[in-house]
């Protein structure tokens, strides 16, 4: 397990990485839609 | 002309010439004369670009308080033009000369435990701790995620400069994964803050700082898949791949 991680760390760090950034980018597309609505009452 | 402008107008023809020279080592045959020459410029091209962005992130910090007078939020200014703009400049820096090193000393790994790229690392670590806990203290989240990049990236690369026994001809992911995480950021501060200028509607579309991080990382795991060591009994893509 410790030998697998450490040969595909690379990806490990790849695949973190794009799950960073698309959730940031996911968050701020929800910022800037929900920013457009009226406030619920 | 003031120093900032200055700065800006060096940091473009910087960013410029590498975000043209970039794609050059991409498309070229590993390890060719194009793929090292204009490796190499785009490389130097790019560190010059980075160098420029933390000596402006240091003005907007330090600097003269009448620059963008127009902006009341200073704290978040500073937060984002200031400290995320230094983090960024240094994780660019980093991952331009790690990317060159790896190759360099591939023969003899010890040199990258040497003072001058420990230094390096713990910049660029110091630097994105600090962009972190800033961003989190002034509620800005975002900060802190970025933050989370760089410092996942340094983990990895000291794990390759620290680890006992890497397998054979393992700087070559290292090298472009480095180089590529390099580029990503170029392209990203490329398209929000450079290009954004000519759109200036679509600052906050997600489209336009996602595009480089995923063209980016695809072209890191295709690399890394195909720099992997043959199994047994099949022709390897390892050999072709030669940094």
């Not at chain 2, 995320?84 to 331009?96: D, R, S, V």
Request: charged residues 10%; positive net charge; proline residues 6%.
């Amino acid at each position: 397990m410790g030998e697998w991680i450490g040969n595909n760390i690379g990806i490990i760090e790849m695949a973190f990485t794009g799950a960073v950034v698309l959730g940031l980018c996911a968050w701020q597309y929800w910022q800037v839609r929900d920013a457009g609505k009226p406030p619920k009452d | 002309m003031h120093l900032f402008e200055a700065l800006v107008v060096l940091h473009v023809i910087a960013g410029a010439t590498g975000l043209i020279a970039f794609w050059v080592p991409i498309a070229a045959r590993k390890g060719g004369p194009a793929h090292r020459k204009w490796g190499r410029i785009g490389t130097y091209a790019f560190l010059a670009a980075g160098t420029l962005a933390v000596l402006m992130a240091l003005l907007s910090l330090y600097g003269p308080e009448q620059r963008l007078p127009m902006i009341t939020d200073r704290v978040l200014f500073a937060g984002l033009f200031g400290w995320m703009m230094l983090y960024l400049g240094t994780l660019t820096i980093g991952f331009a000369i790690y990317g060159l090193a790896v190759v360099r000393h591939r023969a003899n790994r010890a040199a990258l435990r040497g003072l001058r790229y420990q230094v390096m690392f713990g910049a660029v670590i110091a630097s994105a701790l600090w962009c972190g806990y800033f961003g989190l203290s002034i509620g800005q989240p975002l900060m802190a995620a970025v933050a989370t990049v760089g410092l996942a990236a340094v983990a990895t690369q000291q794990f390759y400069v620290w680890r006992a026994s890497p397998p054979p001809r393992a700087h070559v992911p290292e090298h472009f994964r480095a180089l590529l995480g390099m580029g990503i950021s170029a392209y990203t501060a490329f398209l929000s803050v450079g290009l954004i200028r000519l759109v200036p509607d679509h600052v906050f579309n997600p489209l336009i700082w996602a595009v480089p991080s995923i063209i980016g990382i695809g072209l890191i795991i295709r690399f890394t898949l195909g720099a992997r060591p043959a199994r047994r009994g099949q022709p390897g893509q390892a050999h072709k791949q030669e940094a």
